[in-house]
């Protein structure tokens, strides 16, 4: 089988995987018209014609046009190789790159074919070793090998500074905290160095691959494969995990919660798909179409059935991973926020849910705008919310919130709270990273919180209580009755799978209430801006939160309160 090949020396990119699991019931919001929603009546479609493109067509130029608001400010001064990535960002915010000299820089092209069960992918990775010490070894995830996903990708070539290397394959235990046999794990590979890689020192890694992509996927949320029309590709490429003190962080995933860890990285992704798919992505993006050449490899359909062809490269950097997800039956709707610039907000949603597309529009628009005031500003041009086949409430990623279908026909409700929830995930997860398969909590119990902060915004502070009564409380206090409480800080796999979510999403969240209350809105707010501010960008853990209260005066409070909610498991 020929595969497509590239080596291009100035990009890099990525695709990515993380699921959020949010299995809740919720109540019904009523629609109050807010700062998005305020300009349209009800009779009305909810976004208007000047606000809103309704075709996919009308959605790419939009994106496109976000790269003229201006590529840098006249005081930044960039190596020639980080300007490309600044497509992605807004241009007060073009200056972050020059902290990422030494970031992992991917340049991935990618080719779904016709099928839709089959992608080819080349790739070429610049990484710098930035520990202390010189790396025998380079350790790469192959997500879509994850053992419950349903996928399998292969890695046909790869190279080493453009010498061909074989790679050693990964033992681990085969059951997560066990300590049973060893197993090999082949989402994780070994690639021996020729000659160990010295701090500082830079390698080129060229990878060729072919992933088969599971038809209605069922397994990890049904966050990997094809299903309800939508063929969903995260962390679809070899990454580089992230390498801690102790040495890489390649965990073994529990079969729930959420599965990738990654750095911040830069992104170039070029994908090669028929014209007819629909594709939302991490970045900015822009399509060309191509013509009816020659199929892709790994297709299957006849030869003599033309197929159109379109090439969509999407630009994106500093973020954590990037994702693609792709329908031809995706239609999409695009809004401006104005929260410290322009930020095109996109709704990719299933025909039959027209009227869902336009509220997630309206709720992620002003998701944005409330976070952006709470916490600080979101840096890049473009935040989608796609409409996702997974079984979890919604699944995020960088500058893209997923939502499960099945909420689209609500108005409010449990379908406003996760697009909120997903949104949030943008300052934690995103640009605030945190490992999610040893500190589940530190992501995703905040997000939860501030899913309620949101509705307190737009809503009321009435509102917002008895959404916290519902999600958190009520929530909490069923496991309680029943005698499964358990610490929050502690790894999901630790966790009994039937009390993950309620501990996670409703006690965890309990945690961040309690400090709100013990300390007052003002202190409380600062913490999680200073925290946010210190942190954009990096990966944290729990000392991290709780050393900015130190810092602040509030310490005392908030480390009592981690005690009690966090650390501690009660008696009924």
């Not at 009308?58 to 976000?66: M, Q, R, V």
């Not at 926020?337 to 992620?364: C, D, E, K, T, W």
């Not at 202190?523 to 810092?551: G, M, P, T």
Request: with cysteine.
């Amino acid at each position: 089988m020929k595969l497509i090949r590239i080596s291009v020396t100035l990009f890099c990119a990525v695709l990515l995987l993380a699921a959020c699991s949010l299995n809740q019931s919720a109540p019904f919001l009523r629609s109050v018209p807010g700062q998005v929603a305020s300009q349209v009546a009800s009779e009305t479609p909810l976004v208007s014609a000047e606000d809103a493109s309704v075709t996919a067509a009308a959605a790419t130029p939009a994106a496109t046009s976000l790269a003229d608001e201006g590529v840098a400010d006249t005081a930044t001064v960039l190596p020639a190789e980080l300007m490309p990535y600044s497509t992605a960002l807004r241009a007060p915010f073009v200056q972050d790159l020059a902290q990422f000299g030494d970031a992992t820089r991917y340049d991935i092209q990618l080719s779904i074919a016709s099928d839709l069960q089959h992608v080819t992918g080349t790739q070429q990775v610049r990484y710098v070793n930035r520990s202390s010490e010189a790396l025998d070894e380079i350790l790469l995830r192959l997500y879509p090998n994850t053992d419950y996903l349903g996928g399998d990708m292969v890695v046909t070539d790869l190279r080493v500074d453009g010498a061909a290397v074989k790679p050693v394959p990964f033992l681990r235990s085969g059951v997560p905290y066990s300590g049973s046999t060893m197993i090999t794990d082949t989402s994780v590979l070994s690639v021996p160095m020729p000659s160990p890689l010295r701090p500082g020192q830079a390698v080129v890694l060229d990878a060729s691959f072919l992933v088969t992509v599971p038809l209605q996927a069922r397994g990890g949320y049904r966050t990997f494969g094809w299903s309800n029309g939508v063929i969903a590709l995260p962390n679809t490429y070899v990454m580089i995990p992230v390498r801690g003190t102790q040495g890489w962080l390649v965990d073994a995933a529990p079969t729930y919660g959420d599965v990738v860890f990654s750095e911040t990285s830069l992104y170039h992704v070029r994908i090669r798909a028929p014209a007819d798919l629909v594709i939302a992505a991490t970045g900015v993006c822009g399509e060309t179409p191509t013509s009816t050449a020659a199929l892709p490899s790994g297709a299957t359909r006849a030869p003599d059935k033309a197929t159109l062809w379109k090439e969509t490269v999407c630009v994106a950097g500093p973020v954590r991973d990037v994702a693609i997800h792709a329908s031809n039956q995706y239609q999409v709707l695009t809004t401006t926020v104005h929260a410290g610039g322009n930020i095109l907000v996109g709704s990719y949603y299933l025909p039959s849910y027209q009227r869902g597309g336009q509220r997630a529009l309206i709720y992620a628009a002003e998701a944005l705008s409330v976070y952006t005031r709470r916490l600080g500003a979101y840096p890049f041009k473009v935040l989608n919310v796609f409409a996702s086949p997974t079984v979890a409430g919604g699944i995020e990623y960088p500058m893209l919130a997923g939502v499960t279908d099945s909420l689209y026909e609500m108005d409010g409700g449990y379908f406003e709270w996760i697009v909120a929830h997903e949104v949030a995930h943008q300052w934690w997860y995103s640009m605030v990273g945190s490992d999610p398969i040893n500190e589940p909590w530190l992501d995703e119990s905040l997000t939860q919180y501030m899913a309620s902060l949101y509705i307190e915004d737009r809503y009321g502070a009435e509102a917002a209580a008895a959404e916290r009564e519902r999600y958190f409380t009520a929530r909490y206090q069923r496991e309680l009755r029943i005698g499964r409480d358990a610490p929050v800080a502690q790894p999901t796999g630790a966790f009994d799978r039937a009390v993950y979510s309620p501990l996670v999403y409703g006690k965890g969240p309990l945690f961040f209430d309690a400090v709100r209350r013990t300390v007052g809105d003002r202190l409380f707010d600062s913490w999680l801006r200073i925290y946010f501010a210190r942190n954009r960008y990096k990966i944290v853990h729990a000392e991290n939160l709780l050393s900015v209260a130190d810092e602040i005066g509030i310490g005392r409070p908030v480390r009592q309160a981690f005690d009690e909610w966090m650390r501690s498991a009660r008696r009924p």
